[in-house]
């Protein structure tokens, strides 16, 4: 699997991310962003006043942490979950696609109601 190749704004930390584009200015997702227009700025800086930040604001950014969006439990990179074999340092893209929530995944009430909690309930956590 590829890994993701995120960007943050160093002014504001807003992250781009091709997973989702920015479809309401017109950027579907799956754009890299190497492939945005010479033009593009920053979505937050250029609303907030901040100026016209560039494609020359942003830096590569790599997440080590991920939320899971229904219980809020926290996958850290750099803890792993040695208890269920997944060793310190293991990369969340590299977690087996069958990776489930270590909390509420094994919640009978809540895979009823959500469907099984898997990688695609959980996001990136911006850790500055």
């Not at 989702?20 to 006043?49: K, M, Q, S, W």
């Not at 939320?67 to 979950?81: I, L, M, S």
Request: hydrophobic fraction near 25%; charge should be neutral.
């Amino acid at each position: 699997m590829e890994k993701v190749k995120r960007y943050r704004c160093r002014v504001c930390n807003y992250i781009y991310s091709p997973l989702r584009g920015e479809p309401h200015r017109g950027i579907p997702e799956g754009t890299a962003f190497e492939d945005l227009p010479d033009d593009y700025v920053c979505p937050v800086c250029g609303a907030t006043g901040k100026g016209p930040v560039g494609k020359w604001g942003f830096v590569p950014w790599e997440p080590t942490r991920y939320v899971c969006k229904v219980c809020g439990y926290v996958y850290d990179q750099k803890r792993g979950e040695p208890k269920r074999g997944i060793p310190a340092g293991t990369a969340f893209e590299d977690l087996p696609e069958d990776y489930s929530c270590p909390v509420c995944g094994i919640d009978p009430r809540i895979t009823e109601f959500y469907g099984p909690v898997r990688k695609a309930q959980f996001e990136p956590i911006l850790d500055l």
